[in-house]
T-cell receptor
Framework: AQKITQTQPGMFVQEKEAVTLDCTYD???????LFWYKQPSSGEMIFLIY??????QNATEGRYSLNFQKARKSANLVISASQLGDSAMYFC?????????????FGKGTLLTVNP | DARVTQTPRHKVTEMGQEVTMRCQPI?????VFWYRQTMMQGLELLAY????????DSGMPKDRFSAEMPDATLATLKIQPSEPRDSAVYFC??????????????????FGPGTRLLVL
């Protein structure tokens, strides 16, 4: 079975600074994908970024980048130039294998607060 | 801007009543997922469908929960009878399969806004 661990229940960052949210995973499958979602206080889950296990380069999407360290089984989310609107819960998730099974396993989340 | 829609957004009901939640997946997506989110358990997968066929409902309490896809544009999650412990936010997500590296396929799930259920 696969597992996601997010060790930071909460993080604080000053506006305009960068912040790294940690995510480690555990799976024995060589083929997997890692996802990050954002959940603001309004409640919706917003897809941010994806990294495949075979991807050679770290994924980037605007101010979001994924620091993928395969040997360490970590997939940390980096948010550059934090904005007040980045305050939210952030969930890391893993999708293992493929075929017809695309279930996601989520971590417990990290609550990010951006201070003005 | 295609989105998953869910109705109702909020539901307050009394214990023992039937609750039906509806989801309209993004047009063209052929996989639908139902999740439940609580403070204690986090996000739990209840069931999912591909091409309207149920693939996995092992996370769903069978005695009171049921999930269906009457057609490609509608998924339903029903609780009968509801209990206070069912109070949670219920999310629907729809998925789009795409090709990843080395022939691997991935599926990005796009979530609806959720139904916030309170059972008194």
């Amino acid at each position: 079975a696969q597992k996601i661990t997010q060790t930071q229940p909460g993080m604080f960052v000053q506006e305009k600074e960068a912040v790294t949210l940690d995510c480690t995973y555990d799976t024995s499958d060589p083929s997997y994908g890692l996802f990050w979602y954002k959940q603001p206080s309004s409640g919706e889950m917003i897809f941010l970024i994806y990294q495949g296990s075979y991807d050679q380069q770290n994924a980037t999407e605007g101010r979001y980048s994924l620091n993928f360290q395969k040997a360490r089984k970590s997939a940390n989310l980096v948010i550059s130039a934090s904005q007040l609107g980045d305050s939210a819960m952030y969930f890391c998730a893993i999708q293992v294998g493929g075929g017809s099974n695309y279930k996601l396993t989520f971590g417990k989340g990290t609550l990010l607060t951006v201070n003005p | 801007d295609a989105r998953v829609t869910q109705t109702p957004r909020h539901k307050v009901t009394e214990m023992g009543q039937e609750v039906t939640m509806r989801c309209q997946p993004i047009l063209g997506h052929n996989t639908v997922f139902w999740y439940r989110q609580t403070m204690m358990q986090g996000l739990e997968l209840l069931a999912y469908f591909r091409n309207r066929a149920p693939l996995d409902d092992s996370g769903m309490p069978k005695d009171r929960f049921s999930a269906e896809m009457p057609d490609a544009t509608l998924a339903t999650l029903k609780i009968q009878p509801s209990e206070p412990r069912d109070s949670a936010v219920y999310f629907c997500a729809s998925g789009l399969v795409s090709s990843g590296g080395r022939g691997r396929k991935q599926e990005t799930q796009y979530f609806g806004p959720g139904t916030r259920l309170l059972v008194l």
